[in-house]
């Protein structure tokens, strides 16, 4: 064998050595408070569990408060099945179709799912703790979670820094571009 089969041979079998990254640091209930409207405080929140098997069960919702009372509405369900790159990530709107993703890139505290398909959004990047959105303050502790949802170009995006429900204390996330 020449040397550079005998090496790219080593690297695969060292490739295929190593564990897929699992989605457990996802899992927990993130809140943020978007813009209050004039209605009252808006919060959007993210829950995600395990789903029994190798997977994730999340959903997406948003509580309008007005008048003291919470109005509650889910925005989506998901569901996170595999691990490692190539993992999918169903999207399933509450008013429509569900939309598949497939990770493109994840690290131990990262994920970034993508869709060629036309639904917006086409990409849903999560991030644990590291993500600072340029002008947004300080940057993220270990129990925050950056999310970002855009089109695959980047445009349309939308950005929530969100805490875990735990340590969320009137905090307000940044939604929009």
């Known amino acids: 064998m020449t040397m550079s089969i005998m090496l790219a041979a080593a690297l695969a079998a060292q490739a295929s050595a190593q564990p897929a990254v699992s989605f457990d640091w996802l ?15 808006v919060y959007r929140s993210e829950a995600w569990r395990p789903d029994g098997a190798d997977g994730l069960i999340g959903e997406i ?40 993703f497939r990770s493109v890139r994840q690290g131990s505290r990262d994920v970034v799912f993508e869709s060629a398909g036309p639904g917006q959004p086409q990409r849903i990047a999560y991030r644990r703790g590291t993500f600072r959105r340029p002008g947004a303050g300080p940057g993220l502790g270990p129990r925050n979670l950056a999310v970002v949802e855009s089109q695959l170009d980047g445009s349309r995006a939308r950005h929530w820094t969100m805490s875990d429900v735990r340590m969320h204390v009137g905090r307000f996330c940044r939604s929009g571009g």
């Not at 925005?75 to 999918?88: E, K, P, Q, V």
């Open 27 to 41: 899992i927990g209930q993130w809140v943020c408070q978007e813009e209050s409207s004039a209605g009252g405080p």
């Open 61 to 100: 919702q948003t509580t309008r408060v007005r008048g003291g009372v919470p109005d509650r509405r889910t925005i989506a369900t998901l569901r996170i099945t595999g691990r490692g790159n190539g993992s999918r990530m169903a999207y399933v709107p509450a008013n429509g179709p569900a939309i598949i």
